[in-house]
């Protein structure tokens, strides 16, 4: 199978890789040093592939930031005198950015097959949040049960998301000025060891077998004390109940 290059880009596992070796080579050229070069390849790629998994937890960020926004759509288009139904389509179009997708789908089933139950069983498979099975199970008991109860259940899942994501914001803004500092912590080592490699002494004195082991070390270490900075600074998920 042949991949050109922008193709290759744009797959993130690719992408990690080229970046690592680009980011390699500019050390080679600058240090001749294929010793040198190789640590600084292994922590780009390394890099990259942490920023990506940062991408993915932001946007579950996002998605549990936007729930009490779909609640307050939910609740204006049912006052309004709209159907549950009509209301859960209305965010295909009306409903926070990231969820509009999903919402379109929604609409497009409700449409062929009339599956109401299966359309909001889809939607809890694909957000797979708890704050989102919150609302898809209080809205799956109202139309089963067809109490009038909904409006009053939503407006307290509401009030319930909305202070879980200010208290985790405020938790997250706390930690950050730790975990950059953290991060500079840790580039600051290799920074300095890219500025002295262009000088012949330093090439020379990690171009044999014990530099070399120093270098290995070193990447380990850095990567441990990542790994475990991250673990430690990682908020935990509140685990799903009606999944």
Not at 19 to 28: C, K, M, N
Not at 30 to 46: C, N, Q, V
Not at 59 to 77: C, K, M, R, Y
């Amino acid at each position: 199978m042949n991949y050109s290059w922008k193709s290759l880009f744009k797959h993130s596992h690719y992408r990690t890789i080229l970046i690592g070796l680009f980011a390699g080579l500019i050390v080679f050229i600058l240090t001749r040093s294929l010793i040198l070069s190789s640590p600084f390849a292994l922590l780009t790629s390394g890099s990259h592939f942490a920023i990506s998994r940062g991408k993915k937890n932001k946007f579950a960020t996002q998605l549990s930031n936007a729930w009490p926004e779909v609640i307050d759509h939910l609740i204006s288009g049912i006052s309004s005198g709209l159907s549950l139904a009509e209301s859960l389509t209305g965010l295909a179009n009306r409903g926070p950015e990231i969820v509009r997708p999903a919402f379109r789908e929604f609409h497009f089933q409700l449409q062929n097959d009339g599956d109401f139950s299966g359309g909001i069983q889809k939607l809890k498979a694909y957000f797979s949040d708890q704050n989102s099975d919150q609302i898809f199970e209080a809205i799956l008991l109202s139309k089963s049960l067809g109490g009038n109860e909904l409006m009053s259940i939503l407006r307290t899942v509401g009030d319930f998301i909305r202070q879980d994501v200010a208290l985790r914001k405020e938790i997250e803004i706390k930690h950050g000025w730790v975990k950059n500092s953290a991060h500079l912590s840790a580039a600051a080592p290799w920074l300095l060891l890219l500025l002295l490699s262009t000088q012949p002494g330093t090439v020379n004195s990690y171009s044999t077998p014990t530099g070399a082991l120093i270098l290995a070390a070193g990447v380990g270490m850095t990567a441990l004390a990542y790994i475990w900075m991250n673990y430690l600074g990682r908020l935990p998920r509140v685990p799903r109940v009606f999944s």
